[in-house]
């Protein structure tokens, strides 16, 4: 990556990236060249598709004060990366796929915009009937909700629960977990009604999946006795 010696600034460092990306890896974002179509096709850009996973393998300064940071481009399937996700998923308690974890961390950061354009951009990678884009769905609708935007979380939910409802069993908890965060927006806009027919449907499946003691039930129940407050 290019990096130049005019108009320095004293408080933005000059970085200079090298990245070692091979194709032949297995589980990996895709990324091409792309000089013939650059406004500058001297410069032999390479585009990488968002989502890419880079371990950083070391940082320098050069005599010029040029930072070089070497990257490489990593598998998902890589074993310390897996070893990871493994630990954000359960620190976050997601279940979320790799790729939806970053977006998940820029939410809990309170950076709602960029999780939102993630989200977005992440879309595009997920084929129409695939569970992850309905996750993507929900995660959207979960921002827009923090964001207070309640109307446009029930479309994000209700695209989430289009999907899930056509791809699993009906009384799968990914649905139940839809119909839980549906209800939460209704709760919100007042409509008590609503709220309760979304929450007995979350109810229902995760009574029959995990049992009366889960702790999905005690919350659900608790989301109820809160309706008739």
């Not at 990257?71 to 359960?90: A, D, G, R």
């Not at 959207?140 to 989430?160: P, T």
């Not at 119909?179 to 409509?191: D, F, L, T, V």
């Amino acid at each position: 990556l290019y990096s130049s010696n005019d108009n320095i600034i004293d408080d933005i460092e000059q970085v200079f990236f090298e990245i070692n990306a091979d194709p032949r890896l297995d589980k990996i974002k895709a990324f091409s060249k792309t000089h013939s179509l650059s406004y500058f096709p001297e410069e032999e850009e390479v585009l990488f598709m968002v989502g890419s996973i880079f371990r950083l393998d070391n940082i320098e300064c050069d005599e010029e004060g040029i930072w070089n940071i070497r990257m490489v481009l990593c598998s998902e399937h890589e074993h310390k990366l897996e070893t990871l996700f493994q630990h954000m998923k359960n620190e976050l308690n997601s279940g979320e796929t790799n790729i939806l974890v970053f977006g998940h961390l820029l939410r809990k950061m309170g950076k709602l915009d960029d999780a939102e354009k993630y989200y977005r951009r992440s879309l595009n990678t997920f084929s129409y009937d695939d569970s992850n884009k309905a996750l993507c769905y929900h995660a959207l609708g979960l921002v827009a909700d923090d964001k207070g935007d309640y109307e446009s979380s029930l479309i994000w939910y209700n695209k989430a629960l289009e999907i899930f409802m056509r791809i699993l069993k009906s009384n799968d908890p990914n649905i139940a977990l839809i119909h839980n965060s549906i209800a939460i927006i209704y709760q919100h806009r007042g409509n008590y009604n609503l709220a309760l027919e979304s929450y007995e449907n979350a109810l229902t499946i995760w009574k029959e999946v995990f049992g009366e003691d889960h702790p999905h039930v005690a919350i659900c129940l608790n989301n109820i006795s809160n309706v008739y407050r």
